[in-house]
């Protein structure tokens, strides 16, 4: 049977490091794994709708950001599928049936749909006049384990990778695999979830040390967040509140600083970042016996979240268009990719690419333009030029990253085409100049005639072969 991978996330807000901990750093393995025959995750912007009917345009908003977070962590659309759960309008089709499959009683005992509606005050209903509060349950809230069951079996899904509170949405799955089977013949794959590996990694607390990263608190470390957002961020972190001097000891349990350092430091990161330390247990060890400040530990929780979530490119900046031709001549083809402007001090977009054009030995290097100016002659000219794409102002820096990264991707793999043929071929002109020297020696053992003559045939021969290789 094949193995495939079903999960999700609910649209309501850009991704944050609990998520990459709790879920998508473990999809990107597993997508990386060749373990699984196809996965596919979904932008459940259906689901969110289910508690966000009022706010329709924060779910539309989402899903894009979410997608772009998908991407930068590295899901890849060429070995997962990446989709809008509302865009397979089957799966509401396939929910309906399945809703004669499960009873009113069985969800009211669903203990996530119990704990929800208890955090959204659901079930309070309004105050005279307060039209803030919730009127009740929706039935479509209510209802979602059954929409996700249309999710999880409508792709076949064999395995489920989310987190524990979503466990009782997987038992209710299989339940309904069940029932229907039993009822309608075998049709339908029985799921399995697959939870987190690392207790400690199940849940990251927030920046405040509340057990949870979540929007509305403000504790949260975005993936798309910048490197100076991430080092304000952390700089205000919750830590050890009786740790109020450098020489006092510290509590390392229950420290904000010192869970994050659990959750991403690596061996090497210390080597790298802090080399009078060997390891992270070293580390913990001077700060509970007094003399290793806060702002240290951060200093270095900083580093790694920031070489994580940072730029995989070393970016060189030129002032002007000038300047940019002469960074293209002193690294030549150590450029994977030039980004330009059309309005520049000095010299122009254009007039970089003409002069980028003119210079050989750089054909390998593609430029993208981005600019303002989206008339269709600006964007015709610059392809012309020679520009591989072309992006407009205002743009998300995602999305440019991305494309960025696909043009060098595809730059690379076209190098590699080339340099395979002309490898087959100078491999093939070898083994003619084999062929003619073989020729040559039967030709003077054969009649005994000057070297001369076998010249002769030499070079035909190799003008033939040559005509042939070029076929
Ligand atoms: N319930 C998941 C969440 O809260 C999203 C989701 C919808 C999902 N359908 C799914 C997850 C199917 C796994 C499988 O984020």
Redesign the pocket.
């Known amino acids: 049977m094949a193995k495939i991978i079903?999960?999700?996330?609910?649209p309501t807000g850009r991704l944050h490091l609990g998520h990459f901990v709790g879920s998508l750093r473990r999809r990107v393995e597993l997508q990386n794994s060749g373990e699984f025959d196809e996965i596919f995750i979904?932008i459940?912007d259906a689901?969110a709708l289910t508690d966000n009917a009022d706010n329709p345009e924060k779910v539309r908003q989402n899903i894009i950001e979410v997608a772009l977070d998908y991407l930068s962590v590295g899901l890849d659309p060429a070995k997962s599928t990446l989709f809008i759960?509302s865009q397979v309008t089957e799966l509401c089709e396939l929910a309906f049936y399945y809703m004669n499959l499960v009873t009113v009683q069985r969800l009211q005992r669903n203990p996530t749909v119990k704990a929800e509606i208890a955090l959204r005050g659901f079930a309070e209903g309004a105050a005279e006049g307060d039209t803030t509060q919730r009127q009740g349950i929706p039935v479509g809230f209510f209802t979602?384990p059954i929409?996700?069951a249309s999710?999880?079996t409508a792709f076949r899904?064999t395995t489920?990778p989310?987190g524990e509170?979503?466990e009782p949405?997987?038992e209710q799955t299989r339940e309904i695999v069940h029932k229907f089977n039993a009822v309608y013949g075998e049709t339908l794959v029985e799921p399995e979830i697959l939870l987190p590996e690392n207790a400690a990694c199940m849940r990251l607390p927030g920046t405040d040390g509340k057990a949870k990263m979540s929007k509305s608190l403000n504790n949260c470390i975005y993936l798309s967040d910048t490197a100076e957002e991430v080092k304000k961020k952390v700089m205000g972190m919750y830590t050890d509140p009786d740790h109020l001097r450098v020489e006092d000891p510290g509590k390392v349990e229950g420290n904000t600083v010192f869970t994050y350092l659990d959750a991403f430091s690596r061996p090497e990161h210390f080597s790298k970042y802090l080399p009078e330390y060997a390891s992270l247990d070293e580390l913990k060890a001077h700060y509970r016996r007094g003399g290793l400040g806060d702002v240290k530990v951060k200093r270095l929780l900083i580093a790694i979240l920031n070489e994580m979530l940072k730029d995989e490119y070393c970016i060189l900046e030129a002032d002007n268009g000038r300047a940019a031709l002469d960074m293209v001549d002193r690294y030549g083809d150590e450029l994977s990719l030039v980004l330009l402007d059309i309005v520049m001090p000095g010299i122009s977009g254009f007039e970089v690419l003409a002069g980028l054009s003119r210079r050989s030995g750089i054909d390998n290097l593609p430029f993208i333009m981005i600019s303002s100016e989206d008339s269709d002659d600006m964007v015709l000219r610059a392809y012309e030029l020679g520009a591989s794409d072309y992006i407009n102002r205002p743009f998300d820096s995602r999305v440019v990253r991305r494309r960025v990264s696909n043009t060098i991707r595809l730059y690379a793999k076209q190098r590699r085409l080339t340099s395979l043929l002309s490898q087959q071929y100078n491999e093939r002109v070898k083994n003619s100049r084999m062929l003619i020297d073989i020729m040559a020696g039967v030709m003077e053992l054969r009649n005994g005639e000057s070297g001369r003559h076998v010249t002769n045939i030499e070079k035909l021969t190799e003008l033939l072969l040559g005509c042939l290789v070029q076929r």
Do not use: E, K, N
């Open positions: 079903l999960t999700g996330d609910r979904m459940a689901q759960q979602y929409s996700q999710d999880i899904a489920v989310v509170d979503q949405m997987i």
